[in-house]
């Protein structure tokens, strides 16, 4: 059974720094890319950061590209989310996701508030 726990957000000022994690079971987890997303009130999900399998190659949203950083420990089944410099607009519930056999696993989320 797949699980993804989400950990590490919380109410922070702008400018100021989290740390997300998301420890994964259930499946094989060095095989698959892992991808963390993120839903403002009133908003769609969007993707906010992605990393293959062997942690080579990521991709970033636009709107976090040079804050943001996601990152993996294959052998501890975790994928992280380093978040700097957060501004007002990062407030979201933060999901970690990973697709297998063809079917999206989400995590529960966490969230991350910046507010001054």
């Known amino acids: 059974q797949v699980q993804l726990v989400e950990s590490g957000g919380g109410l922070v000022q702008p400018g100021g720094s989290l740390r997300l994690s998301c420890a994964a079971s259930?499946?094989?987890?060095?095989?698959?890319?892992m991808t963390w997303y993120r839903q403002a009130p009133g908003k769609e999900r969007e993707l906010v950061a992605g990393?293959?399998?062997?942690?080579?190659?990521?991709n970033y949203a636009d709107s976090v590209k040079g804050r943001f950083t996601i990152s993996r420990d294959n052998a501890k089944n975790t994928v992280y989310l380093q978040m700097n410099s957060l501004k007002p607009e990062d407030t979201a519930v933060y999901y970690c996701?990973?697709?297998?056999?063809?079917?999206?696993?989400w995590g529960q989320g966490t969230q991350v508030t910046v507010s001054s």
């Open positions: 996701n990973v697709v297998t056999y063809g079917q999206a696993r």
């Open positions: 990393i293959t399998a062997t942690g080579t190659s990521r």
């Open positions: 259930g499946f094989t987890f060095k095989n698959y890319a």
